[in-house]
């Protein structure tokens, strides 16, 4: 809550700067005292050539401006303008102050501006970005990119994060990976996308079932439960090279591992009387038994200290979240509303679990501080969402929901804006999305 | 008058065959006395004859005790096919027959108990059998509490089964969660369905 106020009042101050010898001064853009932010106006015009006669394929010049857009709006901090509004008709509008009549704009309602410009030559695509204030008139940013075609996402994503570093004073968490599973043919395999582009990476392929992805605090690492030896075992894969190893060494069946940010892993075994769930290191050895209790306790999530976990345990009849502290004493009971309370997941950056329970045979998505307080319903589909995971930076959930008739991954934002499907070029049913920690630079 | 007629054809009846028997013993004699006379031919031609008639008649004892012993073999057949039926049966009733639970539950029901007391019996009967119970939720809820919950299931059958004495060391248990669906529905019907224990056997048969 307190890290929100911060970056609105960097967005008030930044934007009040630029805004200061304006028409608008004195104009409050984000009031600090309310729980959401005041979205910006935006338009992100199709990108014109570079040199003039140059020519490429709508995937770029409106393809890419139009990921752009998507990708902002699901920031839930702009009003991303409809394309069909816009007034600039000349065609000789460049990407310059000098060309570009802000006036267009203006009418329009746009307070930011972002234009592109492209220029193919052979397989190398070059792209200038730049973002500027209408009312100012002015270039807030500037990117030159070039790398080989397949690349135009990426650059779309990186400026996204620039622009965010400009205006929020936090850069964004665009082209951070995120790992899910994939259901094909009563397989399931992991699959790999970085956040805000399309194309996906597949890191298992097996025919059996590959299960809760888990990404090391560095990002290198993914731990996975594979059905593929037909018993679960749990294994972490090495991401540059694909190397795996089995870490799943106590018999048992192993259920939703976690890393700690110095690399152990938290996990549920399930033997004959009960799940309770263990500190492991790196190669499987226990290193701590954290709950010790008949019956179920699962999902363990790390506090951003490091000093508690969360879980769900059904000690109490029907299941529900509790912290503890690292040794696994002091336990505290987190949720105390409805039937069936699962999946919980500390931010990375408040005090809040973002987890899902369940009412009226609906599963739904809700926040809660780790004292039980202050809790807020997300999602009211008449669908089932589940699986939620924060973004690193804490400002966005992504999950899984089959609101549109099968499983997809959508993202939201922390408090529950904005909830749009992952764009992801993939047949099957998806699930199970987890974040990487790592922010890009 | 009568009755010496009578008499007469008495005395025909039992002279009669008297003399048929004579007449038949002078034929006799006759051919005896006219054996020196047969040709060795005719010899090995009626040799060749009794032969032939003993080799039929020996087939025809051969022929009728075959089919004596493939009716019995057949029966015995069919007895074994009524009993490998029942085996049959009472295997896929083993593997078919599932243990069902109420939602978020693991507890064992009364009507499942009676299920699994017919497992013990079928593993009791077939004693080598080593076999797998796995664990299954319905589609509703989080995948890794599903996970936890099918696991919970396959071993409280597990553990109903060992108290029926079966060994522990022929009982391994995997939860498949709410992933191997036996109804694809989305109904209380087919969710009532898939939240089971289903029986595997590994090994040993």
Known sequence: MKLHKVIGLT?????????????????????????????????????????????????????LPQMLSHNLDLTG????????TFLEVNKKAGITEGKINFKDWLMIGSELLIKGAY??????????????????????LGKRYTSVLKDGQAMITRFINEIMLILTGERGVFGSAIAFVNKQDQNKNIYMVKFGQKDTIKITNNRSLNLSPAFSHDGNELAYISYKTRKPELYVRRLSDGRERKVSSPKGLYISPQFTPSGAILVSISQSNYSNIYLLDGIGRIKRQLTRLWGINISPTISP????????????????????????????????????????????????????????????????????????????????????????????????????????????????????????????????????PVILD | MK??????????LLILPIMALNFTSCAKKAVTTEAPGISAEEKARQEAERKKREQAEREKAAAEAKKKAEAEAKLKEQQLAREKAAAYAQRALFLNQHVHFDFDKYTIKTNAEIVLRAKADYMKKNPKIAIEIQGHCDERGTL?????????????????????????????????????????????DAWAENRRAQFLIISGE
């Open chain 1, 11 to 63: 967005i008030c101050l930044l934007i009040g700067l630029i805004l200061s010898s304006g028409p608008a001064s004195g104009r409050v853009y984000i009031d600090i005292n309310q729980p959401f932010v005041r979205k910006i106006p935006l338009a992100a015009p199709d990108f014109v050539p570079l040199k003039s006669g140059g020519s490429a394929p709508v995937s770029i010049s409106q393809g």
């Open chain 1, 77 to 84: 901090l702009f009003i991303v303008l409809d394309k069909r």
């Open chain 1, 119 to 140: 220029d193919i030559t052979g397989n190398n695509l070059t792209l200038e970005l730049r973002l500027f204030d209408v009312f100012e008139g002015r270039m807030l």
């Open chain 1, 305 to 436: 200290d490091g000093k508690r976990f969360a879980f769900v345990s059904d000690r109490a009849g029907t299941p529900q979240i509790y912290t503890a502290s690292m040794t696994g004493g002091d336990v505290s009971r987190v949720t105390f509303e409805g039937e069936y309370n699962t999946d919980p997941e500390w931010s990375p950056r408040a005090d809040r679990l973002v987890y899902v329970g369940a009412h009226g045979g609906r599963f739904n998505i809700y926040t809660i501080k780790s004292d039980g307080t202050d809790r807020q319903q997300l999602t009211s589909e008449e669908a089932d969402d589940t699986n939620p995971c924060w973004s690193p930076n804490g400002r966005l959930i992504v999950f899984t929901s089959t609101r549109l008739g099968r499983s997809m991954i959508f993202t939201m934002t922390a408090n529950g804006e904005r909830q749009r499907p992952l764009a992801l070029s993939l047949p099957g049913e998806q699930s199970s999305p987890t974040w990487s």
């Open chain 2, 3 to 12: 009755r010496h007629g009578l008499i007469l054809f008495l005395v025909a």
């Open chain 2, 144 to 188: 890794d509490y599903n996970l936890a919950l099918g696991d919970r299931r396959a071993n409280a059958a597990a553990k109903y089964l060992m108290s029926l004495g079966i060994s522990q060391s022929r009982i391994e248990t995997i939860s498949y969660g709410e992933e191997r669906p036996l109804n694809p529905g989305h109904n209380e």
